[in-house]
């Protein structure tokens, strides 16, 4: 079992950067792949990015790449999300997910798919407005 409790949202102007984490309880964290998901309001929860368990393979959704960045550190238990340049688009709840397994499938529509993914936080809100 793992719990992850994701913190760092808030209300931030448009261009501004924000850095949200993550943290799991439970043993043999880097045994999970791990993925942002956020959802907006009236929307389906979608993809941002996803790491694998040793950190050394990312993936990310079109909407992400170049302005955002996912890593993490094992030894604490944590994954990170840093969000550059941000738009009011990027406005959600973001959430925070493990997978059963520590490698990323060479499918990507396996690894942006959210059913894929065990485990859940409770979601952090991101606000980007003027």
């Known amino acids: 079992q793992v719990q992850l409790v994701e913190s760092g949202g808030g209300l931030v102007q448009p261009g501004d950067s924000l850095r949200l984490s993550c943290v799991a309880s439970?043993?043999?964290?880097?045994?999970?792949?791990l993925a942002w998901f956020r959802q907006a309001p009236g929307k389906e929860r979608s993809f941002v990015g996803t790491?694998?368990?040793?950190?050394?393979?990312?993936f990310y959704a079109d909407s992400a790449k170049g302005r955002f960045t996912i890593s993490r550190d094992n030894a604490l238990n944590s994954v990170y999300l840093q969000m550059n340049s941000l738009k009011p688009e990027d406005t959600a709840v973001y959430y925070c997910?493990?997978?059963?397994?520590?490698?990323?499938?060479?499918?990507?529509?396996?690894?942006?798919?959210?059913?894929?993914?065990?485990?859940w936080g409770q979601g952090t809100q991101v606000t980007v407005s003027s």
């Open positions: 439970g043993s043999n964290f880097d045994n999970h792949r």
């Open positions: 997910a493990a997978a059963l397994g520590a490698v990323q499938p060479a499918s990507s529509r396996i690894r942006t798919d959210p059913n894929n993914y065990r485990y």
């Open positions: 790491i694998s368990g040793t950190g050394r393979s990312t």
